[in-house]
């Protein structure tokens, strides 16, 4: 790790990461070899590239003449034709403007994909299904790319519906050598930008596989390639692929490859810059060997019940799931931030990248998922709770999946993680658990314990004080080896209940994590072993107090309210109230919370950057019509109409910085 830092300028990337000339300065006056630019801003950069290799100081990446012709998206297609690489259909050629880039769209035959041709990482690029969405989606494109990019040159093409997005990863050296790695799958994405990646691809067999790593190689030496990079294609369920783009630079994702590989490809761009050919096992067979399977989740500052919107602010709690590698069983975080450190509207709104590996696909996702419930993130949302439905998703489990997974199996959008009856008994049992543990050291300290000493008779509440209320009745076993649970509603019409044997129960109050050990089965011994020994993962000599042969289940406490808990389970957040019969007995009496009525105005759904006003005071406005053009995290949104309905005020202006839910304008009653 890095040991110093310094200042490139203010927070917005134009005025910092973007400044060529004082990044470079800085190298000199460390005396630095070589500059790694990352994953973007400079990393794509020829000019950039050029100028720190004319100081004399290796660009650890491609050299200018691949990085400006792959680099732009309408050259690299004509490119990848002439080495023999399947192309999709579209336009050869720069689109100049928003009518004849629905001329183009017409001829073409829709849908079609709309994108930057220096654009990545999902920005400026957009689908159209009509007329109106290609004339709308090029010119938000051309603004986001040269936001992003600098350059908002555009091109159209097919957009091949029901795909699976596919990458291979290439490393080439100064001397005509090409290794390619096996594929990854990267089709879990919304707004374009993957969210979920695994390698290799549940879809590629070995035929499909070396035919797209060999179509990667010729491309490579057409265009005299070095160090590290990913050919991007597009794959049918019928394995007909296309290629899409390739991105001169690493990529984020590129751990789930070096898992299944066993290489680091971030040491042989480096020795690759250094001048060193590639090793002598690429150099005899350059389609690259795999074992096992890995999977990657990208954690976002984002709020994926209020459609992925961006979300800023302190990390106040920040806690990563124990980092492990034992025979063949890995979990890996790569990260930047820390605990009181700030996500900011500058840049993305990535946290970090959570991988595992394990022998086989089902354990890697297992793992995942465990290592999952372990992440503790709070001060401003993000999308644990969504990354854990994806992997107890059953389409995603099964592998049978495409770039239309998000669309298909959240129509409504997500709308949290739903618990099915034996996972809520298991969420109710954990909070009376909770309950009992603080009641007792309550007694231990000198405080007068609550009437029913034993608390064998409680109400639990799921989902506030207006949620689904159960009795619950404890009962220790006489040898004192369990707590056995037993639920049942309250509320008429209401299903559920059962009962539950907890076994163990690891919580000290005011943790934000417990561990509960319930009488059943596990469902994977890997994850299992995960959540009962965290860091010592493997090790023998973790204390396991006699309840070794149970699942063992993470829980996270959020909070602690008045009447009980908000915990997370499993991804799902619920709050969960405690309370004795006669409590709540009388819990009818407490009045509902007051609801605001936010109807009649259009408020901010992210902090962020008003770039236009659509419409005045007294304007006639109809469901769906654009209203403003909000830019966070370098990605445009547009706000539009819900209703029809009459303008009565406008309060801020273009330009403005706007925070979340701050009121941009009013309608009339």
């Given at each position: 790790?890095?040991?110093?830092?310094?200042?490139?300028?203010?927070?917005?990337?134009?005025?910092?990461?973007?400044?060529?000339?004082?990044?470079?300065?800085?190298a000199?006056k460390?005396?630095a070899q070589?500059?790694?630019?990352?994953?973007?801003?400079?990393?794509?950069?020829?000019?950039?590239?050029?100028?720190?290799?004319?100081?004399?100081?290796?660009?650890?990446?491609?050299s200018?003449?691949?990085?400006?012709?792959?680099?732009?998206?309408?050259?690299?297609?004509?490119?990848a034709?002439?080495?023999?690489?399947?192309?999709?259909?579209?336009?050869?050629?720069?689109?100049?403007?928003?009518e004849?880039c629905?001329?183009?769209?017409?001829?073409i035959?829709?849908?079609?994909?709309?994108?930057?041709?220096?654009?990545?990482?999902?920005?400026g690029?957009?689908?159209?299904?009509?007329?109106?969405?290609?004339?709308?989606?090029?010119?938000?494109?051309?603004?986001?790319?040269?936001s992003?990019?600098?350059?908002?040159?555009?091109?159209?093409?097919?957009?091949?519906?029901?795909?699976?997005?596919?990458?291979?990863?290439?490393?080439?050296?100064s001397?005509?050598?090409?290794?390619?790695f096996p594929?990854?799958?990267?089709?879990?994405?919304?707004?374009?930008?993957?969210?979920?990646?695994?390698?290799?691809?549940?879809?590629?067999?070995?035929?499909?596989?070396?035919?797209?790593?060999?179509?990667?190689?010729?491309?490579?030496?057409?265009?005299?390639?070095?160090?590290?990079?990913?050919i991007?294609m597009?794959?049918d369920?019928?394995?007909?692929?296309?290629?899409?783009?390739m991105?001169t630079?690493?990529?984020?994702?590129?751990?789930?490859?070096?898992?299944i590989?066993?290489?680091d490809?971030?040491?042989l761009?480096?020795?690759?810059?250094?001048?060193?050919?590639?090793?002598?096992?690429?150099?005899?067979?350059?389609?690259?060997?795999?074992s096992?399977?890995?999977?990657?989740?990208?954690?976002?500052?984002?709020?994926?019940?209020?459609?992925f919107?961006?979300?800023?602010?302190?990390l106040?709690?920040?806690?990563?799931?124990?980092?492990?590698?034992?025979?063949?069983?890995?979990?890996?975080?790569?990260?930047?931030?820390?605990?009181?450190?700030?996500?900011?509207?500058?840049?993305?709104?990535?946290?970090?990248?959570?991988?595992?590996?394990?022998?086989?696909?089902?354990?890697?996702?297992?793992?995942?998922?465990?290592s999952?419930?372990h992440?503790v993130?709070?001060?401003?949302?993000?999308n644990?709770?969504?990354?854990?439905?994806?992997?107890?998703?059953?389409?995603?489990?099964?592998?049978?999946?495409?770039?239309?997974?998000?669309?298909?199996?959240?129509?409504?959008?997500?709308?949290?993680?739903?618990?099915?009856?034996?996972?809520?008994?298991?969420?109710?049992?954990?909070?009376?658990s909770?309950?009992?543990?603080?009641?007792?050291?309550?007694?231990?300290?000198?405080e007068?314990?609550e009437?029913?000493?034993?608390?064998?008779?409680?109400?639990?509440?799921?989902?506030?004080?207006?949620?689904?209320?159960?009795?619950?009745?404890?009962?220790?076993?006489?040898?004192?080896?369990?707590?056995?649970v037993?639920?049942?509603?309250?509320?008429?019409?209401?299903?559920?209940?059962?009962?539950?044997?907890?076994?163990?129960?690891?919580?000290?109050?005011?943790?934000?994590?417990?561990?509960?050990?319930?009488?059943?089965?596990?469902?994977?011994?890997?994850?299992?072993?995960?959540?009962?020994?965290g860091?010592?993962?493997?090790?023998?000599?973790?204390?396991?107090?006699?309840?070794?042969?149970?699942?063992?289940?993470?829980?996270?406490?959020?909070?602690?309210?008045?009447?009980?808990?908000?915990?997370?389970?499993?991804?799902?957040?619920?709050?969960?109230?405690?309370?004795?019969?006669?409590?709540?007995?009388?819990?009818?009496?407490?009045?509902?919370?007051?609801?605001?009525?936010?109807?009649?105005?259009?408020?901010?759904?992210?902090?962020?950057t008003?770039?236009?006003?659509?419409?005045?005071?007294?304007?006639?406005?109809?469901?769906?019509?654009?209203?403003?053009?909000?830019?966070?995290?370098?990605?445009?949104?547009i706000?539009?109409?819900?209703?029809?309905?009459?303008?009565?005020?406008?309060?801020?202006?273009?330009?403005?910085?706007?925070?979340?839910?701050q009121?941009?304008?009013?309608?009339?009653e």
């Amino acid at each position: 790790m890095a040991d110093e830092a310094y200042c490139v300028g203010g927070p917005r990337s134009a005025d910092s990461y973007l400044q060529m000339e004082r990044i470079l300065d800085i190298a000199k006056k460390t005396g630095a070899q070589g500059i790694h630019p990352g994953y973007g801003f400079l990393s794509e950069n020829a000019k950039f590239a050029d100028m720190v290799e004319s100081n004399g100081i290796a660009f650890i990446g491609p050299s200018s003449k691949p990085m400006n012709l792959m680099g732009d998206k309408i050259n690299s297609k004509k490119i990848a034709s002439d080495a023999k690489c399947y192309i999709i259909p579209g336009y050869e050629g720069e689109v100049p403007d928003a009518e004849t880039c629905v001329k183009l769209a017409n001829d073409i035959g829709y849908p079609v994909m709309v994108k930057a041709s220096a654009g990545g990482g999902g920005k400026g690029m957009r689908v159209a299904y009509n007329e109106s969405e290609a004339h709308e989606a090029f010119q938000i494109c051309k603004n986001e790319a040269m936001s992003s990019f600098g350059d908002d040159r555009m091109l159209i093409e097919r957009f091949i519906e029901d795909p699976h997005h596919i990458e291979i990863q290439v490393v080439a050296d100064s001397y005509g050598n090409v290794a390619a790695f096996p594929e990854r799958e990267c089709s879990v994405q919304r707004r374009n930008q993957k969210v979920v990646e695994e390698a290799p691809s549940c879809l590629i067999d070995p035929e499909t596989r070396q035919k797209m790593q060999d179509q990667a190689i010729q491309l490579c030496k057409a265009v005299g390639y070095r160090s590290a990079g990913t050919i991007e294609m597009l794959c049918d369920n019928n394995k007909n692929f296309y290629f899409l783009e390739m991105n001169t630079r690493l990529q984020v994702e590129h751990p789930i490859t070096e898992l299944i590989s066993g290489e680091d490809l971030v040491e042989l761009m480096i020795r690759v810059a250094a001048g060193e050919k590639l090793p002598q096992k690429f150099l005899d067979c350059p389609y690259v060997p795999f074992s096992g399977w890995a999977v990657e989740s990208r954690v976002y500052a984002e709020n994926p019940l209020r459609n992925f919107l961006p979300s800023i602010g302190p990390l106040n709690t920040y806690k990563q799931p124990p980092a492990i590698s034992h025979e063949g069983n890995v979990v890996r975080v790569d990260t930047g931030v820390f605990e009181g450190g700030v996500i900011s509207m500058y840049y993305d709104p990535m946290i970090a990248k959570l991988a595992t590996r394990a022998n086989d696909r089902a354990t890697a996702v297992s793992l995942m998922e465990a290592s999952l419930a372990h992440y503790v993130v709070e001060g401003l949302d993000n999308n644990l709770c969504f990354l854990y439905d994806i992997m107890r998703n059953e389409k995603f489990r099964s592998g049978h999946y495409s770039t239309k997974f998000i669309e298909e199996e959240y129509p409504e959008g997500f709308q949290g993680v739903h618990l099915n009856a034996a996972e809520t008994n298991e969420l109710i049992a954990s909070a009376v658990s909770m309950h009992q543990a603080t009641n007792e050291l309550r007694q231990r300290n000198g405080e007068m314990p609550e009437e029913g000493d034993n608390y064998q008779h409680l109400v639990a509440v799921v989902g506030g004080p207006q949620g689904v209320a159960y009795n619950v009745v404890t009962q220790y076993a006489p040898d004192g080896s369990g707590l056995d649970v037993q639920i049942h509603p309250i509320s008429e019409g209401s299903t559920g209940g059962g009962s539950v044997c907890i076994v163990g129960f690891d919580y000290t109050p005011g943790a934000h994590m417990a561990r509960a050990f319930f009488d059943k089965d596990c469902d994977d011994a890997t994850s299992n072993e995960y959540n009962l020994k965290g860091a010592d993962f493997g090790s023998p000599d973790v204390e396991q107090d006699g309840s070794e042969n149970a699942a063992v289940e993470i829980v996270q406490v959020v909070a602690t309210t008045v009447e009980g808990y908000r915990l997370r389970y499993k991804g799902s957040e619920q709050e969960v109230l405690v309370r004795t019969p006669r409590e709540h007995e009388l819990s009818v009496h407490m009045h509902a919370p007051e609801k605001k009525d936010y109807s009649n105005m259009l408020r901010c759904p992210m902090p962020g950057t008003l770039i236009s006003i659509a419409v005045e005071p007294g304007q006639h406005v109809v469901e769906g019509q654009e209203l403003a053009v909000v830019e966070a995290m370098k990605m445009q949104n547009i706000l539009r109409a819900p209703k029809n309905a009459v303008v009565k005020a406008v309060h801020c202006t273009a330009g403005s910085n706007l925070k979340n839910d701050q009121m941009i304008l009013e309608y009339e009653e």
